[in-house]
């Protein structure tokens, strides 16, 4: 059969059979969802969990973050997590195709269900007239760090300045909120609690520690500068032998070190052998007295003069020597100097 002919027949076909053909004709969608979509969440007694919040991660991961989307063309991203209106219903949303982690949450951070692997219905690889799909790679997720020459709040992040993070009844000092979930978990599971102490102590995983309520301490960046681990997945480099630590080592991720300023010590001035120098002095004199009664005739004499001459009561003084001695920053004591490079200051943010 000609397309013509094909063209021919379809024109004989009722309208609704052709609008029917042209549906299944258009192009595919350029994402799928998942069921929880548009749908209203409500707890153990039935009652909808306003304000409710849809964390999606990528598989495989607890706290690598996954965005949805309000459009099918995966341009236009939701906040991420997806928060639940006062209802507790959730908006419509889009995903790249695949698989992805979903874990709901109340608006006091308590699980509500927890799938690690959930498959995204109506996939995204289609032709035609729909984008592509959103590298995962490109997104900032949690843990990651930003600097800006600033220091205004950014809704997403937050500052590392040493407070802390928690749950909404954490009573955290920087933020208390349920989408501090997957900050807290990368924070428990990847600095140690001497960086990251977590109130009353560390229980059994970083998920535990949020849903008691228990608040972690974020990063101290206050006045500090980041640097590269000396070995950083392969061999030393030496750059920082020497360097001043005050935590770990050249290798110890977090490590801490280095000062605004230093004082030098004795060890630390140059190995100088000073030289003797060149003393010069009169010859001695010799006084000689001799003679009777009561008025010694007192004579100076030289070495020509003195034949005959008892040596008797003969005295003779060394020659005098005078000097000074000084420090060798002529005694003004020690000052510190500016060891910093120059610099400006502005704040950095790490990722929610």
């Known amino acids: 059969m000609t397309t013509n002919q094909k063209i021919s027949r379809m024109r004989s076909l009722p309208s609704a059979i052709i609008a029917t053909f042209?549906?299944?004709?258009?192009?595919?969608?350029?994402a799928g969802s998942i069921p929880v979509a548009l749908a209203q969440q409500v707890n153990a007694n039935g009652v909808p969990l306003a304000g409710c919040l849809l964390s999606l991660f990528v598989t495989?991961?607890?706290?690598?973050?996954?965005?949805?989307?309000?459009?099918?063309?995966?341009?236009?991203?939701l906040p991420w997590p997806v928060?639940?209106?006062?209802?507790?219903?959730?908006?419509?949303f889009y995903l790249a195709d695949g698989s992805i982690h979903a874990r709901l949450t109340d608006a006091n951070g308590l699980v509500q269900f927890d799938y690690p692997n959930m498959l995204v219905i109506g996939p995204s690889g289609g032709g035609g007239g729909g984008g592509g799909t959103?590298?995962?790679?490109?997104?900032?997720?949690s843990g990651d760090v930003k600097f800006r020459p600033t220091s205004e709040t950014l809704v997403g992040w937050v500052k590392l300045n040493g407070t802390t993070v928690?749950?909404?009844?954490?009573?955290?000092t920087q933020r208390a909120a349920a989408d501090t979930q997957s900050l807290y978990v990368y924070l428990w599971n990847n600095c140690s609690d001497t960086n990251c102490p977590v109130?009353?102590?560390?229980?059994?995983?970083?998920?535990?520690?949020?849903?008691?309520?228990?608040?972690?301490?974020?990063?101290?960046?206050?006045g500090r500068a980041p640097l590269g681990l000396d070995d950083m997945g392969t061999g030393t480099a030496s750059r920082l032998a020497g360097g001043l630590f005050l935590t770990g080592s050249a290798t110890t991720p977090q490590a801490v070190g280095g000062g605004a300023t230093t004082t030098l010590t004795q060890p630390n001035l140059p190995n100088v052998t000073l030289g003797a120098g060149t003393l010069a002095a009169s010859a001695p004199t010799i006084t000689a007295t001799f003679g009777t009664?009561?008025?010694?005739?007192?004579?100076?004499?030289?070495?020509?003069?003195?034949?005959?001459?008892?040596?008797?009561?003969?005295t003779a003084?060394?020659?005098?020597?005078?000097?000074?001695?000084?420090?060798?920053?002529?005694?003004?004591?020690?000052?510190?100097?500016?060891?910093l490079s120059p610099f400006m200051l502005g704040t950095f943010y790490m990722k929610l």
Do not use: E
């Open 22 to 30: 042209l549906a299944f004709a258009q192009p595919a969608f350029a």
């Open 60 to 77: 495989g991961t607890v706290a690598t973050p996954q965005i949805a989307f309000q459009d099918t063309a995966l341009t236009q991203p």
């Open 83 to 92: 928060v639940c209106d006062a209802n507790g219903r959730l908006p419509m």
């Open 134 to 141: 959103v590298d995962a790679t490109t997104i900032a997720t």
């Open 166 to 172: 928690g749950s909404a009844a954490s009573g955290a």
């Open 199 to 222: 109130a009353t102590g560390r229980g059994v995983s970083g998920l535990a520690d949020f849903n008691a309520n228990k608040a972690i301490t974020l990063l101290d960046w206050r």
């Open 293 to 314: 009664g009561s008025a010694p005739t007192t004579v100076i004499t030289t070495a020509a003069s003195t034949t005959g001459v008892s040596t008797t009561n003969i």
């Open 317 to 339: 003084s060394a020659p005098a020597i005078s000097g000074s001695t000084a420090s060798i920053n002529g005694n003004v004591g020690q000052t510190a100097f500016s060891v």
